[in-house]
């Protein structure tokens, strides 16, 4: 067994540290160290190990490739996560970044969403450890509500307009999107069981709903009040189906809610 909101607060953390790493200019393997250090602050020594831990690659020394359980669960769903939202190869960049960095348009590699340079990496980092404080005592004693309290952070933060990758064309999603898509990624396989680090060993399920259909009963009536209702309607269902999924499985597990549909 595994203690989940370990493995999904550590999974949440994993790459943060690109933050501080590229703010200073370092190469791109020192964000687990940089990682460590952020999460140590506010969670402590344990977090903070099993946070940085997600790596297999020469680049790496031993010190920062995965041991624990955890720390392999964390590093599979990096990598799952990783496929799924980035193209395998880079065309062109290098591993010492070099700010301004870009998050480009994921439909269209020539549209800058946003252009973050080191003074702002470095502001949206001490931020989150300002916005955090010290949480390693709250997390012993109710890791779960600490767990939705770090979410609710990131998720309201700047990570969005930072790139998890700096290299172009695969600078098209977001941090914050990708820290969520590995935190997902470790829920269920932590939910699920470990079954080693070969991805084809796991199947995952994509649950689409659709709260649109609330309309057919609302259209019955042709009362202006009820018509416009219908908007009301549908998104109070919304987001009642999308609280329901972050009670069950975690916030990180819904991917999208909005317009009547979620997944």
Known sequence: NV???GVRVSALFHDIGKLECWAKRKPWSEHAYYTYKFVRECLGEEIASHAMKHHMGSS??????????VEKIVCLADNL???????????SGSYIPSPPIELTHVLNPNVV??????????YI???LLRRLGSLEEDFAKDPTATY???FDVLKNSELRLVPADTRKPINDVSLWNHLKLTAAFATCIALE?????DPFSYRFALLSGDANRISTFINESLRLPDLNARSTLINEATKASGEAISRLLG???????AGGNFL
Do not use: M, W
Not at 60 to 69: E, I, M, S, V
Not at 113 to 122: E, F, H, K
Not at 251 to 257: F, I, K, R, T
């Open 113 to 122: 969403r946003s252009r973050v340079d080191s003074a702002r990496l470095a």
């Open 193 to 197: 069981g470990y079954e080693g680090d």
């Open 125 to 127: 980092s001490q931020t």
């Open 3 to 5: 203690n989940l909101d």
């Open 81 to 91: 996560a990783s496929g799924a939202d980035r193209r395998e190869v880079p065309e």
């Open 251 to 257: 916030p990180e597990c819904l991917l999208y809610a």
């Open 148 to 150: 939705v309290k770090i």
């Open 60 to 69: 790496y020394g031993d010190d920062y490739r995965p041991k624990t359980l």
